[in-house]
């Protein structure tokens, strides 16, 4: 199965919103709502921020909201701040009953 | 809040079988949930190895399928991976996670271990 494509970087100053994009196809994150966003710090464990295209697990915060529209799901930051700096990575279920990842995107905070 | 915690030896020859487990806190893998893997290679994305449900029902990536082997020790409320015939691309950190699927199928990890980094190195 291959990986779902993310942009390698995408970069914001502090305020701004940035939106990372997660393209896949119609097996996978257009077919179902099982798409998640994950939050990534260097040797940390990865964090769910975003699950089933648009729900946040409690305690995360209302900055982060993701949405899908056909085979790409999107998640956006808004009021980027330098604790937001980390990688992202999306996932989906996927038509042959497993899961994949994107490759995942940096996000600098200028 | 459920925690997970990897063991394992951090050093695996090639062709040799790599095992980790996972013991879980707060949480009993006998209820419900399944229970899964996913590694980072260094300076690479993450990629989903599988998951396992208390019935022993498992779902694994097709690109590892004939080399994973994943079981659950209810007593001792772990479960683990095993991995053969390794060679150096299977060198990652390894992380143990819950599944948030409580029915068939994968759909993405809430909890999280810290990780365990494997390395496959004569």
């Known amino acids: 199965q291959s990986a779902l494509t993310q942009p390698a970087s995408v970069s914001g100053s502090p305020g701004q919103s940035i939106t990372i994009s997660c393209t896949g196809a119609s097996s996978d994150v257009g077919g179902y709502r099982y798409v998640s966003w994950y939050q990534h710090h260097p040797n940390k464990a990865p964090k769910l921020i975003i699950y089933d295209i648009s729900n946040r697990p409690s305690g995360v915060s209302d900055r982060f909201s993701g949405s899908k529209s056909g085979n790409t799901a999107s998640l956006t930051i808004s009021g980027l701040q330098a604790e937001d700096e980390a990688d992202y990575y999306c996932?989906?279920?996927?038509?042959?009953?497993?899961?994949?990842f994107g490759t995942g995107t940096k996000v600098t905070v200028l | 809040q459920v925690q997970l915690q990897e063991s394992g030896p951090g050093l695996v020859k090639p062709s040799e079988t790599l095992s980790l487990t996972c013991t879980v806190s707060r949480y009993s893998i006998s209820s419900d949930y399944y229970w899964g893997w996913s590694r980072q290679p260094p300076g690479k994305g993450l990629e989903w190895i599988g998951i396992?449900?208390?019935?022993?029902?498992?779902y694994y990536n097709p690109s590892l399928r004939s080399r994973i082997t994943m079981s659950l020790d209810m007593s001792q409320n772990q479960f683990s991976l095993k991995l053969s015939s390794v060679t150096a691309a299977d060198t990652a950190v390894y992380y143990c996670?819950?599944?948030?699927?409580?029915?068939?199928?994968?759909?993405?990890?809430?909890?999280w271990g810290q990780g365990s980094l494997v390395t496959v190195s004569s």
């Open positions: 996932g989906s279920y996927t038509s042959i009953v497993t899961y994949v």
């Open positions: 996670a819950r599944d948030r699927s409580k029915v068939a199928g994968p759909t993405g990890f809430d909890y």
């Open positions: 396992i449900y208390h019935t022993g029902s498992t």
